[in-house]
């Protein structure tokens, strides 16, 4: 459902410039740019991502199509970008929000954990979901998620009611499709992420399942319905070049194994017990 701005929190790191906003639903999103430094193609890579992340069922924060009116933009001047010493204006109209997991004075996000609290995560097997879903969609970039802390179904809980627990949320998925190059590298580091703990259990491409089912047997109805949902601003006559990387996209399901597979010539193998 498309919402509105009403009102800024602070800007985001990290070079899409993106910045917190609250919406008129009453939640708060991290916003990128249809002008941001990156390209417009970035939101696009986003919202498609976004629709085939619901429908795999990996964790990945909700999503909404936000507008920035004027009046807002006139209202919240440091909801600007910089290019150098530079400011560049945000252009009026819509623009991609991913959902921040609650109200940022009150709940913390960390993009970061020890190994002794990684290993507590409740859904680290998203970590080996989401690789599935980045080699199929040549993410070039390193996989990034945020953490916080919610009320979770625990085994170890009394009465297996629920207890305090970290949650992953797999974000940033403007450098699918390589970013603004709208082509698919296959570099055996890239949509890996950082931390080797994550991967410890895989010891065999059994290991990436259902996941790995599911994108081989992915409906084209599916990314038919995320073309339908970008906004025809975000295009500005690139509709035959977005028409042929889904077709591309659609056409490399069957190769996802390989490339998971593939994983294990990086520099590092990050799946040491996968013999």
């Not at 603004?180 to 990436?208: C, I, K, M």
């Not at 998971?260 to 590092?268: K, L, S, V, W």
Request: proline residues 8%; hydrophobic residues 45%.
């Amino acid at each position: 459902m498309p919402l509105t701005a009403v009102g800024h929190v602070r800007k985001m790191r990290g070079g899409a410039q993106a910045h917190l906003l609250e919406a008129d639903d009453g939640n708060w999103y991290v916003v990128k740019f249809r002008n941001n430094p990156q390209h417009r193609r970035i939101l696009v890579n986003e919202l498609i991502a976004s629709i085939l992340l619901e429908y795999l069922k990996i964790a990945a924060p909700e999503t909404a199509l936000i507008e920035v009116s004027p009046a807002f933009l006139a209202a919240n001047p440091e909801a600007h970008m910089t290019l150098g010493a530079r400011q560049v204006a945000i252009e009026p109209g819509w623009h991609f929000g991913s959902r921040y997991p609650g109200n940022p004075a009150r709940v913390a996000v960390y993009d970061f954990l020890p190994d002794a609290l990684l290993t507590n995560v409740v859904n680290l097997e998203d970590f080996r979901a989401i690789l599935v879903f980045d080699k199929w969609m040549g993410n070039a970039d390193g996989r990034q998620a945020v953490f916080f802390r919610a009320m979770v179904q625990r085994s170890d809980a009394p009465a297996g009611g629920s207890r305090p627990g970290f949650v992953a949320r797999m974000i940033d998925h403007g450098f699918a499709f390589n970013g603004p190059n709208w082509d698919f590298p296959e570099s055996p580091l890239q949509g890996l992420y950082a931390r080797p703990l994550v991967y410890e259990g895989v010891r065999s491409l059994r290991d990436f399942q259902p996941w790995l089912d599911q994108v081989t047997h992915f409906p084209e109805e599916v990314i038919d319905q995320a073309w339908k949902r970008i906004p025809p601003g975000w295009l500005d006559g690139e509709e035959e070049s977005l028409e042929r990387l889904l077709t591309r996209l659609f056409e490399r399901r069957p190769r996802v194994a390989d490339l998971i597979d593939a994983c294990r010539t990086a520099r590092t193998n990050p799946f040491p017990r996968w013999k």
